[in-house]
């Protein structure tokens, strides 16, 4: 089993819809969560970041973190197309031994 | 130009050559890593260095090589590259201490196909 698992989609939404993305995850060392956007042929960017439980809202982005389930979300209010992207999930127990990451969810908004 | 900076973006190569792809930030952070991306796999770690001339092995090390002489650079060396080599490569680099610690920064990836 994977360290982290998140569905590869890809998910197509509606324009203006509530987008749901998650990630489960196995290692209950970890601490740090992030989301990180990439664009097609492009590095990934870092969207959000959280430490432990919790949730954190910047603009229409709200990241939500479940310790005790081992469950991350990121919700993306009144979608826009410029959101189709690949969104993958993050996470570290810290220091400098890199992240693990989930394999990524293809995001297609349509006009 | 400020930022992570990645070289080249485009590689062709044949099996058994050696290949070197080159990492350079001017930010000063102290922590640099190398993922590789796959279809199938998302981004796995190769290396990662927490200093100059502090390197450690991730996820799927072998067959690669790195150095860290310089804080600004971290070049990647496929020693005699393979076909299972063929991916796309980020550089990746994080500040020192405390939560940033992870807030990690990637460029903008070398496309490598070996043949």
């Known amino acids: 089993q994977k360290e982290v698992e998140q569905d590869p989609g890809p998910l197509s939404v509606p324009e203006g819809a509530i987008v749901s993305l998650n990630c489960t995850y196995s290692n209950s060392a970890f601490q740090y969560f992030m989301w990180y956007r990439q664009y097609s042929r492009k590095g990934p960017e870092l969207l959000m970041y959280t430490y432990s439980s919790g949730n954190k809202e910047d603009g229409r982005f709200t990241a939500q973190v479940d310790k005790s389930s081992k469950y991350i979300s990121l919700f993306i209010r009144d979608s826009q197309p410029s959101d189709s992207a690949t969104y993958l999930c993050a996470m570290s127990g810290g220091g400098a031994d890199g992240l693990t990451f989930g394999k990524g969810t293809h995001l297609i908004i349509q006009p | 130009d400020a930022g992570i900076t990645q070289s080249p973006r485009y590689k062709i190569t044949e099996t058994g050559r050696q290949v070197t792809l080159m990492c350079h930030q001017t930010w000063s952070h102290s922590y640099m890593f190398w993922y590789r991306q796959d279809l199938g796999h998302g981004l796995r770690l190769i290396y990662y260095?927490?200093?100059?001339?502090?390197?450690d092995k991730g996820e799927v090390p072998d067959g690669y090589v790195v150095s860290r002489s310089k804080t600004e650079n971290f070049p990647l060396t496929l020693e005699s590259a393979t076909r299972s080599q063929t991916s796309v490569y980020f550089c990746a680099s994080s500040f020192l201490g405390g939560l940033a610690d992870n807030e990690q920064f990637f460029g903008p990836g070398t496309r490598l196909t070996v043949l």
């Open positions: 260095s927490a200093a100059a001339d502090i390197t």
